[in-house]
């Protein structure tokens, strides 16, 4: 063989990548040194540099500087300790909030004071305010609430919605929790013992148009079930909404009330008037009574859509036979 294809074949061996073999340790690819090393320096010369990334300290972490991957590497941002703008690629800084605090939304418009009804101002009684924010016009379906509130209607005759509201754990106490069935069966010697600071809770005539309505109550709900559904169904089962832009517009009663006070008063109940009744439908949430412009007004609203519920056929059943013996007994 001459010496120009010696020379030729050494360079193609040089040239030619390691053959795969089956050694003794098993399936390896064995390769010198010196071609090992010309591989990896070829490897290195094919590798682009990398610019070195800065990484951000932990003292950067602490003093809520973030990484903002949209801004351009001509972002400036104040260092913290010394207030002085120092050039950083990608880092702006967050402004420093104390240990365990909130970082509110600086732009964002600040709300102003929560608008109620025209009868309640700043001025008004904290209990006050609180029974017209939670429970004035909320719907009520529990006969033994709607029978409190029927007889907290009926004292506004004697006392005001902030007298009773102070004075709604002795109403409780005294009533035995507005149980009708306990309240039925007070005698004369129970109901003068109403008493507080030596005086009646409520005239004598009130007291006995309470326990009366108590009895006639007992009735309604064997006859429709519950005073729930006897209440509701004047209203087709939702609230009425009236939405009233000022106080003035509120009516002290309605056709509605008239026809409901009728009707309760045929059934022996005493001290109903339509003034009573449409009190106790505001309050009992029968009617959404809250200005338009009252923050309830909506959220009254919106719970009612929300947990509305189609009565029961069997409750719709004893409705509408209850309702067919009213109307022939009355005939």
Known sequence: MSGATKLRSAEKQMQEPPRAILGPAGNRVRVSEEAKRKIEVLKKSQQKPKKPVEKMSQAAVKNNLSVDSTCSSDSYSSSSSSGRNVKRNGIKQVRDVPNGGEIKDVSSKKDGPVKRCDWITPNSDPLYMSFHDEEWGVPVHDDRK????LVFSQALAELSWLAILHMRDI???????????????FTEKKLLSLKVNGN??????????????AKQMLKIQQEFGSFSNYCWRF????PLRNGFRYGRQVPAKTP???LISKDLMQRGFRCVGPTVVYSFMQVAGIANDH????????ECNADVEKDFKPPKSQEIEIVTKALGNTC????
Do not use: G, M, T
């Open 146 to 149: 709607l029978f409190e509130l």
């Open 171 to 185: 109403f409780r106490k005294l009533f035995d929790q507005f149980d009708p069935s306990s309240i039925a069966q």
């Open 200 to 213: 009646l809770l409520l005239s004598e005539p009130k007291l006995r148009a309470i326990v009366e309505n």
């Open 235 to 238: 209203v087709n089962q939702k």
């Open 256 to 258: 509605k009330a008239e």
């Open 291 to 298: 200005l338009i412009s009252c923050f309830r007004y909506q």
């Open 328 to 331: 022939f007994s009355h005939n």
